[in-house]
């Protein structure tokens, strides 16, 4: 996005693959914090696959399900 002040929206698809950047901003967190999730014993975050050293994939169906499962609904309680 050009404008420095509008908010970048992201909608996830289930079935596309999506890098470490682009969950890190759907989250709203450093992808800093993605790659520490995953190097946490046991690891941490949204279900990832490796496909080199250098390049990890993220399912949307996956991230939609990690955010699905670690909501919390305070009217629940």
């Given at each position: 996005m050009t404008d420095t002040n509008a908010r970048e929206v992201w909608e996830l698809t289930e079935n596309a693959w999506y890098t470490t950047e682009d969950v890190a901003a759907v989250l709203k967190v450093d992808p800093s914090s993605l790659r520490r999730w995953r190097t946490a014993r046991p690891?941490?975050?949204?279900?990832?696959?490796?496909?080199?050293?250098?390049?990890?994939?993220?399912?949307?169906?996956?991230v939609l399900a990690y955010l699905q499962r670690n909501r919390i609904d305070p009217t629940a309680a």
């Open positions: 690891p941490q975050g949204p279900p990832f696959v490796h496909l080199s050293d250098r390049v990890t994939r993220y399912l949307g169906a996956d």
